[in-house]
Structure formats: structure tokens, C-alpha cells
């Protein structure tokens, strides 16, 4: 191990390392890396590239219990080769993948049938989608209970994150930067997640689908207040279908003191996991929720929590770019958006409004026709 660190430093010294190694911010990378490169080559299954979502590679994931020694039962996406659900983590020398804790909500009601599956294994779309996107995506399963949270709830939540980056058997390849970390969630888990940021100052990034903040009362307002992170929240503003998650309403949305971006569709709560999985809750006429809610926060995350590696420069209104690919790369699916592509022209979809603020600037662009 000591030998790779002094060939990494000597690297970085004469620039034989890609520039961005060397960026502000990238300083501890050394540290992060450790024992740069995989044992076995063959680990690395020919990806001679930086996984990111405009070039991705595929998936697997696993089940962990308290038996492997996880503080909670989850299931874990990663980034690998292999087209298979039980492939192994794909391992590169010189990249680390930054870690996303994904916080599920609350299920439908009425109860969905004893047949149908637990509510953390639901969400498929958006940790399949950020783990090809070169990221670790951890979905734990845990009791919601409402109002959010207690502080033992929030003290698991965090012990889920801090073994994933040091205990777990690949543990060695998560980033190991604070920065690297994203929480993300639906509804209650969306409130969940706010209050780890708030817990936790220092994260890369918070995610909010449909969390109806108002739920947490009078602490509503500072628990917004405090996420001066780059933060991507998604809601209906159907009050029918979805009432209670406008953060228009009630100021929420100008509580948020950062780089913060919305995603405002007219659909229903449980739009953004399969029909069959949100049981006899009443959803909304576009069947593109689901994708393009996963193709937004791949493409949110590329640009504000990326690979260290990561060369590709993303766009601050979250259009995909048609950028280059191998023929290596085209053969994992290459830059392919088939939410955002199917939304150009499906008119009972209604678009999607998305808007932004980044620093001084305010954006906003239509999906749909």
C-alpha cells in the first residue's frame, strides 16, 4: 500500500494524474483512494472509463442484514460490469464511488396486498439508474412513523452511512469524503433526510420527493433553512391527487438558502415507482414520472456530487448532452433518456416544470410538449 501512495503522490507531483486529481477540494483524494487498484485486474471488467451518467456501466445489487453486520437491513446498488443482479462492485484504480442513502416513505393506503413487496424494495428505478451513474445507493428498510424524526431514528440513518463508508466488505471502494455523501427520500423519507443534512453539515447533496413538510410544524421552516447544500426537490402540485406537498405554498421554498432546484409535475404521491406497487392509490396521467424523476437526480447529482474523475461538464438545466462514446461505452446503453425522450411528445403527461436557482441566476424550462 505504501508503494501505490508514493506512486499516486509522485503522479500527482509530475502530472501524470488527469488535472482534476488536482482541483481544490481534491486534495485528501490520495487518502480517499487507499489501496488504489483491485487485486485482480478482471475486477474491472474492461471499463477503461469514469463511470458517470452520460456514460454508464451497469448494475447489481445485494441484501445485507444484521447478520453481514449491517446496522439495518438494506438493499445496496452498485456500479459493476456484469449483466447480472448478483454482479460484483466494479472496481477501478483510480475512482471511488460517492454514496447515496435512499429513504423511503410511508407506504400506500389502503395497504397494498401481503403478495406485493416490502416498501424499501419499491424503489428500483432511481438506485438502478444512479448505480449505473457510477454511485453506491444504499435503501434501507426501517418503521416511518410520523411526524419526522426522532433522534434514534436519525442516529440509525447516519450509522447506515458511516458503515457503508468503513465497514462494509467494499467499503474500500466509497469515497470516503463527507462531500461524497447525498441523502435522498420520498415523503416521510424526504423529511427524514432533511433532518440528517441538518444533523450532518457537510454533505455533497439533498434530494426531496414529495415530502410534505408542513408535517414537521414549527419546525418546518428551520429545518429548510438549513440546507444550504445543493438540494433537488420534486412535487405534485396537484392538490387533489397529492395534497399537502407544494412547497410553494406556506414560503418552504424560499426558505432553502442554496443551490436548489424543482421539478413540479401535476401527477400523484406514489408517481414515481411502478402502478402496481403504488396499489389502489390514485396516480397521475403520465407514466413518465418515474424515469424522468430518476434521469433528473442522475443528472442533478453529475453535476453537483460527481466521480472525482468525472471530465464530463453537465448542464445547469439539466438538459443530457449527446456527447461521444466509445463503442465499449455504446454498449452499455450510452447517454439514453427514455423519461425525458418519451415526455418531448406525450401530451397526457402535461410537462414537467423545472426550475432553479443558482446563485444569482434563476432558470426554468418545460419537459413536455
Avoid at 463511470?51 to 445485494?62: F, K, T
Avoid at 423529511?191 to 434530494?207: E, H, K, N, T
Wanted: with cysteine; glycine share 8%; charged share 20%.
Amino acid at each position: 500500500m505504501l508503494n501505490r501512495r508514493r506512486f499516486l503522490q509522485t503522479a500527482l507531483t509530475v502530472g501524470a494524474l488527469p488535472a482534476a486529481l488536482s482541483l481544490s477540494g481534491c486534495e485528501s483524494l490520495i487518502d480517499v483512494l487507499g489501496d488504489a487498484c483491485p487485486e485482480d485486474a478482471a475486477e474491472s471488467g474492461g471499463i477503461d472509463w469514469t463511470p458517470d451518467v452520460l456514460h454508464p456501466v451497469s448494475w447489481a445489487s445485494r441484501e445485507l442484514t444484521t447478520a453481514d453486520g449491517a446496522p439495518q437491513k438494506m438493499r445496496i446498488y452498485y456500479p459493476s460490469y456484469a449483466f447480472n443482479d448478483s454482479g460484483r462492485i466494479l472496481k477501478l484504480c483510480l475512482d471511488r464511488w460517492p454514496l447515496v442513502l435512499f429513504l423511503h416513505g410511508l407506504p400506500p393506503s389502503p395497504p397494498c396486498p401481503p403478495s406485493n413487496p416490502a416498501n424499501y424494495l419499491r424503489w428500483r428505478s432511481i438506485p438502478i439508474l444512479l448505480a449505473r451513474s457510477g454511485y453506491v445507493v444504499a435503501v434501507p428498510d426501517y418503521s416511518a412513523t410520523v411526524p419526522a424524526a426522532d433522534s434514534a431514528l436519525i442516529d440509525r440513518m447516519l450509522s447506515v452511512i458511516d458503515w457503508l463508508r468503513t465497514d462494509w466488505q467494499d467499503a474500500r471502494w466509497v469515497d470516503k469524503r463527507a462531500s461524497s455523501v447525498a441523502v435522498a427520500g420520498h415523503s416521510f423519507g424526504a423529511l427524514l433526510a432533511a433532518r440528517l443534512a441538518q444533523r450532518r453539515p457537510g454533505l455533497g447533496a439533498y434530494i426531496g420527493l414529495s415530502g410534505s413538510f408542513n408535517q414537521l410544524s414549527a419546525d418546518a421552516h428551520a429545518v429548510l433553512q438549513s440546507l444550504a447544500l445543493p438540494s433537488f426537490f420534486m412535487w405534485s402540485n396537484n392538490s387533489d391527487l397529492a395534497p399537502f406537498e407544494d412547497l410553494d405554498q406556506d414560503g418552504f421554498w424560499n426558505d432553502v438558502p442554496g443551490i436548489k432546484y424543482a421539478a413540479v409535475h401535476s401527477g400523484g404521491h406514489f408517481d414515481y415507482v411502478p402502478s402496481a406497487y403504488s396499489c389502489s392509490d390514485r396516480r397521475g396521467q403520465c407514466p413518465s414520472i418515474e424515469p424522468v424523476a430518476a434521469e433528473l437526480i442522475a443528472l442533478f447529482l453529475g453535476q453537483y456530487m460527481s466521480q472525482a474523475r468525472s471530465t464530463t461538464q453537465m448542464r445547469i438545466d439539466l438538459a443530457p448532452q449527446v456527447v461521444p462514446l466509445t463503442p465499449k461505452q455504446q454498449f452499455y446503453g450510452g447517454g439514453h433518456f427514455p423519461g425525458l425522450d418519451a415526455m418531448k411528445s406525450d401530451r397526457l403527461c402535461k410537462g414537467v416544470t423545472l426550475r432553479w436557482e443558482w446563485f444569482a441566476f434563476e432558470g426554468s424550462r418545460t419537459l413536455g410538449p
